[in-house]
C-alpha cells in the first residue's frame, strides 16, 4: 500500500519561497518516476515538474527557473524548492507518483498515487 504525505506549505509574500516535502510509504519508491502538480480553485489540476528514477528531471514552462524538484531515494522522499514565487503560484499542491514504472506523472492519466495536498498561498 503506498502514502503520500505532503508537508511544507504555507503563506508568503510575492518573491519569497517555500519548500515542499512527499514522505512516500510502500515499496520500489526509488524506481518509480514521481512529480509535484497543482490545482488552482476553479482551474484543472496541472503538472508542475517531475524526477525520474536516475534524477532526470522536467519542468512546467511557468515555473522553470524558480522551482526545483529533487528527490532523496534513501528517505524515501519527494521535494519541491519554489523560490521568486509569485500570486499565480497560489494553489494547492499535491504529490504523484507514477502508475507505472516506465512512465512519468504528467497528466491525471499516469498517476497512480496522489497526496492528500497542501495549500501554498502567495500574496
Known amino acids: 500500500h503506498v502514502q503520500l504525505v505532503e508537508s511544507g506549505g504555507g503563506s508568503v509574500e510575492t518573491g519569497g519561497s517555500l519548500s515542499l516535502s512527499c514522505a512516500a510509504s510502500?515499496?520500489?519508491?526509488?524506481?518509480?518516476?514521481m512529480g509535484w502538480f497543482r490545482q488552482a480553485p476553479g482551474k484543472e489540476r496541472e503538472g508542475v515538474a517531475h524526477i525520474d528514477s536516475r534524477g532526470s528531471t522536467s519542468y512546467a514552462d511557468s515555473v522553470k527557473g524558480r522551482f526545483t524538484i529533487s528527490r532523496d531515494n534513501a528517505k524515501n522522499t519527494l521535494f519541491l524548492q519554489m523560490n521568486s514565487l509569485k500570486p499565480e503560484d497560489t494553489a494547492m499542491y499535491y504529490c504523484?507518483?507514477?502508475?507505472?514504472?516506465?512512465?512519468?506523472?504528467?497528466?491525471?492519466?499516469?498517476?497512480?498515487?496522489w497526496g492528500q495536498g497542501t495549500q501554498v498561498t502567495v500574496s
Open positions: 510502500g515499496n520500489a519508491y526509488s524506481i518509480y518516476c
Open positions: 504523484a507518483r507514477a502508475a507505472w514504472t516506465q512512465i512519468c506523472p504528467r497528466d491525471r492519466s499516469t498517476v497512480g498515487y
